[in-house]
């Protein structure tokens, strides 16, 4: 039987587990990477596992979301990061440098391998052939300690792509016309391998803008094959010898197989509040716009920014809004200087923001109270732009111009002839941004600097037999990491202060949920369907821990999260029969009983009142041992303590 690209990787990196779909597999994990939002946890959490260097043939700390700094704290991480990178071995990209993803696309990636990150669009590097997966700090950090990286192998989904894109339409609009198929619940528990004829006239910067958002669709990763267009981007990164080629096998076996045709492709939007509510740019042509982003790790890239360059040259952003473009790494931003590029934007009134995620997580530039913003970015959840009642709607950088320009969402089409864009037979590679980690002779010398907004990372208890708690909230369907742990400029830079985060938790459903918690035993949380989708930020997991939290009770989990609750000792456990999730109402007393044989049985009773609710909790031996542990840190130092 062929092999997916996917299980071509994976076959390779086996360390645990058969490559069958459904079961368990254990991955030897290659690189990893960082951002420091999710990081400063991250390596707290390596540091914990008392280890001297990093086991991974590359490893790299990204700082690129936590770059406003309106007071020490955000600083204060950078400068542990820094410390704590150079001492174990680790890369450190300097803030300025750029997007976690498009910097590691243009500098690090390489065919074949694999990668975890502490962000949820690690995928991004599957537009170079890499197997590359979002996964909590946690894991990254056993990662970084040489331990392997466990999935439930997922189905195959394959996607082919027939035709080529017509002026005016973008891989933007693939990923949308993808979501728009499958929905943000589309992709759970699959690998999405994009194929066909069409895959040949993509860039690297253009699949990976489809992988990037192969996290919407809640795909476990996106791959591309490593072909000519693979070997010509490392070629122009002067990374030639990074080049393998890598193919799905004739008949390699999918669960699922899909077709988009590029030729009949219209120019698509997202709207509020979710990814997949997906309209064409010509329905909603007329609507008045306040803002327009153009960046994030989505839509960053050079060729990106050339195209918005040059239908921008000679014409003026229309009044009334405010045009914001974040080139994704210094060396699209130096390229753009050295093509001119860069001037045309800022004459035609663009405000130019640094090489960093920006508005995309609400670190500035969030749109005017109930304002209409368009975004070329990946995410539009209810208030993650920093304002509360603004609409975002996502877009191709065409949409995003065409917008701009004429002040109301526009067909890009109007716009009249594309301009020929050009794209340079090699790239200004320039990595005084990557600072080197200290030799490992020299590793002992480094001091690791930890200002006071450096906190501890809190630890899960084993569960007893029998859990009286209650139910301290009730969620509907879909509710994201945004919605548990927000973001923004606000609370972002207390990624690394537990306690003083988790005020915010749940703030936009329930303000009061925070307090209540805190003062509730055995709080449990009781979810619908896809509880938790959305970012891999693992404060998701730590502050409800945090908060008391013991369970959360849901129809289903997104896969990330769900990850994150077990590795903070969080029990994710399911109703066996989802319309029971109409039984429980918020401030019931529950009852969990039989928990500790229920996680080995896969079942256990929930008491809620009278009514007596089965939960299922279908875990890998692996999974159970850590719940039963109280969570991953004290399951592998029990490891170590047992060795
Ligand atoms: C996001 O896009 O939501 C983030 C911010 O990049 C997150 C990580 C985080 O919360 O720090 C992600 O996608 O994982
Ligand atoms: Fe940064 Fe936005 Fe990309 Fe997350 S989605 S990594 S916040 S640019």
Redesign the pocket.
């Given at each position: 039987m062929g092999l997916t690209i996917a299980e071509k990787i994976i076959q390779k990196h086996l360390v645990a587990g058969e490559m069958i779909r459904g079961s368990e597999v254990g991955l030897r994990i290659d690189q990893t990477l960082t951002?420091d939002a999710t990081g400063t946890m991250a390596y707290l959490e390596f540091e914990a596992m008392g280890l001297s260097r990093v086991q991974t043939e590359l490893s790299v700390a990204y700082i690129?979301?936590n770059t406003l700094q309106c007071g020490f704290e955000n600083a204060d991480d950078h400068a542990y990061i820094r410390s704590v990178a150079k001492k174990y071995g680790v890369r450190f990209s300097m803030p300025g440098n750029g997007?976690?993803?498009q910097v590691h696309l243009e500098r690090f990636g390489i065919p074949g391998k694999t990668l975890i990150g502490s962000?949820?669009?690690t995928p991004t590097g599957g537009g170079l052939g890499m197997l590359a997966f979002g996964a909590g700090g946690l894991d990254v950090a056993v990662a970084m300690g040489g331990g392997a990286y466990y999935i439930t192998m997922p189905k195959m989904y394959r996607i082919n792509l027939k035709g080529s894109l017509r002026p005016f339409v973008s891989a933007k609009d693939v990923a949308l016309e993808a979501l728009r198929l499958l929905s943000v619940k589309g992709g759970v528990g699959a690998i999405s391998e994009w194929g066909g004829e069409g895959v040949k006239t993509l860039t690297v910067q253009e699949r990976a803008t489809i992988t990037?958002m192969g996290a919407e669709l809640g795909a476990t990763t996106s791959v591309f094959p490593s072909d000519e267009m693979t070997r010509k981007f490392l070629a122009a990164e002067g990374r030639e010898a990074d080049y393998t080629p890598i193919f799905a096998d004739e008949d390699a076996v999918y669960d699922k197989i899909l077709e988009i045709d590029m030729d009949t492709l219209a120019p698509l939007v997202a709207c509020p509040h979710m990814p997949d509510r997906v309209k064409s740019a010509e329905e909603l042509a007329g609507l008045k716009v306040d803002q327009v982003c153009i960046?994030?790790?989505?839509n960053s890239s050079l060729p990106d920014m050339l195209k918005v360059a040059a239908l921008l040259k000679g014409k003026t952003v229309a009044q009334g809004v405010s045009l914001s473009i974040s080139p994704g790494s210094r060396q699209v931003l130096s390229m753009l200087i050295s093509t001119g590029a860069l001037n045309d934007m800022i004459a035609a009134g663009a405000r130019i923001l640094e090489c960093a995620?920006g508005p995309?997580?609400g670190m500035g530039f969030s749109p005017p109270s109930g304002g209409v913003s368009l975004r070329t970015?990946?995410?539009n959840f209810e208030g993650r732009s920093g304002t509360a009642d603004a609409k975002v709607y996502l877009v191709s950088p065409e949409t995003a111009v065409a917008a701009a320009l004429s002040g109301v969402i526009t067909d890009p089409r109007a716009l009249g002839a594309l301009p020929e864009i050009e794209l340079p037979e090699s790239y200004a590679v320039n990595d005084s941004g990557v600072i080197l980690p200290a030799e490992p002779e020299a590793a002992a010398e480094v001091e690791v600097l930890r200002g006071p907004n450096i906190g501890k990372c809190p630890i899960g208890i084993a569960p007893e037999d029998e859990m009286v708690g209650s139910a301290v909230l009730k969620v509907g369907d879909d509710i994201t990491t945004d919605h548990i742990m927000p973001a923004g400029a606000k609370i972002l830079p207390f990624r690394s202060n537990i306690p003083y985060l988790s005020r915010f938790c749940f703030g936009a459903v329930d303000p009061a949920f925070a307090e209540r918690a805190k003062s509730t035993a055995n709080g449990m949380i009781i979810g619908g369907a896809n509880y938790g989708q959305g970012?891999s930020r693992e404060h998701a997991a730590l502050v409800p821990l945090y908060l008391g939290i013991r369970a959360v009770i849901a129809k289903s989990f997104s896969r990330i999260h769900m990850a994150n609750l077990i590795n903070a000792g969080i029990l994710p456990l399911t109703f066996a029969n989802e319309a029971d999730y109409e039984l429980v109402s918020m401030g019931d007393k529950l009852t969990l009983t039989g928990v500790r044989d229920g996680l080995v049985d896969g079942k256990m009773t929930l008491l809620a009142g009278d009514k007596q609710i089965t939960l299922t909790c279908s875990f890998t031996d692996r999974q159970r041992d850590i719940l039963l542990a109280g969570g991953l840190l004290p399951y592998t130092k029990a490891q170590k303590e047992n060795r």
């Open positions: 951002q690129d979301h997007i976690c993803h962000d949820s669009h990037n960046g994030s790790c989505t995620c995309c997580i970015f990946n995410r970012s």
